[in-house]
């Protein structure tokens, strides 16, 4: 048997672990190709040059066979977890202790979380208390990778008026994050849906007595869980 030297670049090795976990990786459920192609804003074509070497890579970081598609291997899973607690933890340091605006954490951790050791990894855990989530209210993974299930589901889910509260706002577009924070719809707050229909949804957030008017792209940028 021939041993092939790959030689992967750890950090788009990690986005791609990355992805693939956040799209539906994470379990049993296999990914597609193009799906994965859509979420990281790559050819179809580097990406499949890309899962084959992760696949051949020594431990398999993932198990991919070209028409069923792709998920994570026992490695590839602890790897994304990793990498997904140095992000989470940057991202409520940068926010708790150096007071970066929350829009603004995403890109920064995106930058840093394949860069940190194990021993940067936990001074920042203990400084911070162990937090159990991040600002965008999205769970970070213990050290050895467990991560509790999340019971939440997105806003544009929602068939009728009610109560509700905000559980995670999505780190993706900085400028939604934006204008989600200056609506007061944070991780934690109260949320009171009066109507909805195809375009918006009406709406009360926290204290704040006046209805906002919030469009379906950006309540699909908020997940919620019902207020008891
Ligand atoms: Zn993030």
Redesign the pocket.
């Known amino acids: 048997m021939t041993t092939r030297r790959v030689n992967l670049n750890t950090e788009s090795v990690d986005n791609y672990l990355k992805a693939i976990f956040a799209i539906g990786g994470q379990e049993e459920e296999r990914v597609t190709s193009n799906a994965l192609a859509e979420r990281l804003g790559v050819a179809p074509a580097s990406i499949t040059n890309m899962l084959q070497k992760l696949a051949a890579s020594s431990p398999p970081l993932v198990e991919y066979e070209r028409h069923r598609g792709v998920r994570l291997s026992a490695a590839g899973r602890r790897r994304a977890l990793e990498v997904l607690r140095h992000?989470r933890l940057l991202?409520t340091f940068l926010y708790e202790v150096l007071e970066y605006p929350l829009e603004e954490v995403?890109d920064e951790?995106e930058r840093l979380e394949h860069f940190i050791s194990e021993r940067f990894e936990e001074r920042i855990a203990a400084k911070l208390g162990h937090p159990k989530f991040d600002p965008?209210g999205h769970c970070i993974p213990e050290m050895d990778g467990r991560m509790p299930k999340q019971v939440s589901r997105p806003l544009t889910d929602i068939e009728q008026d009610g109560k509700f509260l905000v559980d995670s706002v999505s780190?993706q577009d900085p400028l939604l994050l934006k204008q989600l924070k200056a609506h007061g719809i944070t991780p934690g707050a109260r949320l009171q849906v009066t109507s909805l229909s195809q375009e918006e949804f009406v709406l009360r957030a926290g204290n704040n007595s006046r209805a906002l008017r919030l469009s379906r792209t950006l309540a699909g940028a908020v997940r919620i869980r019902s207020a008891d």
């Open positions: 992000h991202e995403h951790a965008h780190d």
